[in-house]
Antibody, heavy 121, light 112 residues
Framework: QITLKESGPTLVKPTQTLTLTCTCSGFSLSTVGVAVAWIRQPPGKALEWLALIHWTDEKRYISSLQSRLTITQDTSRNQVVLTMTNVDHVDTATYYC?????????????WGQGTMVTVSS | DIVMTQSPDSLTVSLGERATINCKASQSVFHSTNNKNNLAWYQQKPGQPPKLLIY???TRESGVPDRFSGSGSGTDFTLTISSLQAEDVAVYYCQYSFDTPCTFGQGTKLEI
């Protein structure tokens, strides 16, 4: 059974760096075809894809936030980490990590429960 | 980047009636690499993460009731709920699902 679980701070101050961890189980980040994404959702708003990391360690980012985002994976711990620098109140959102369906299919079949992050001084 | 636009923004349908949600892509989501229309549909209930319903425009995810169906090709797609049940009240999103950025539509709120 595949599960993903997000963890990280619930409150960060403006200009600080946010670090979120996605702990994956039921699959290996090293398996061919595997990819994990981070997706966020501001309160009452739509989903926004942020970043994706492949089993090859290839990384992709949303262009509007590329300078502030870093996605990495620790295959020994089966974790995916998202770092966002210089956060602002507009970054207040629920952050989800999600498992990609498979190679050549970037739909997301398994999602974590999400972690709510508030940016406030 | 491909922009996904859903219509309507909100929809009220009676129990047992058909619900139809549309999604239009700013350019074709068909790719010859996988020979698929790369469009996914999700259902999100309050306080829950999204749930994948449909991928490749019309392939139902395992366990999804067959009252949910997807259709369309190229740039125009439709999610149909054939007979609305009370538990179908949710926000529905379409998503471009080939390569990145994996853009989502703005969502359609479905009510009874």
């Amino acid at each position: 059974q595949i599960t993903l679980k997000e963890s990280g701070p619930t409150l960060v101050k403006p200009t600080q760096t946010l670090t979120l961890t996605c702990t994956c189980s039921g699959f290996s980040l090293s398996t061919v075809g595997v990819a994990v994404a981070w997706i966020r959702q501001p309160p009452g708003k739509a989903l926004e894809w942020l970043a994706l990391i492949h089993w090859t360690d290839e990384k992709r980012y949303i262009s509007s936030l590329q300078s502030r985002l870093t996605i990495t994976q620790d295959t020994s711990r089966n974790q995916v980490v998202l770092t966002m620098t210089n956060v602002d109140h507009v970054d207040t959102a629920t952050y989800y990590c999600a498992h990609r369906v498979g190679h050549w299919n970037d739909a997301f079949d398994i999602w974590g429960q999400g972690t709510m992050v508030t940016v406030s001084s | 980047d491909i922009v996904m636009t859903q219509s309507p923004d909100s929809l009220t349908v009676s129990l047992g009636e058909r619900a139809t949600i549309n999604c239009k892509a700013s350019q074709s989501v068909f790719h010859s690499t996988n020979n698929k229309n790369n469009l996914a549909w999700y259902q999100q209930k309050p306080g829950q993460p999204p749930k994948l319903l449909i991928y490749w425009a019309s392939t139902r995810e395992s366990g999804v009731p067959d009252r949910f169906s997807g259709s369309g090709s190229g740039t125009d797609f439709t999610l149909t709920i054939s007979s609305l049940q009370a538990e179908d009240v949710a926000v529905y999103y379409c998503q471009y699902s080939f390569d990145t950025p994996c853009t989502f539509g703005q969502g359609t709120k479905l009510e009874i």
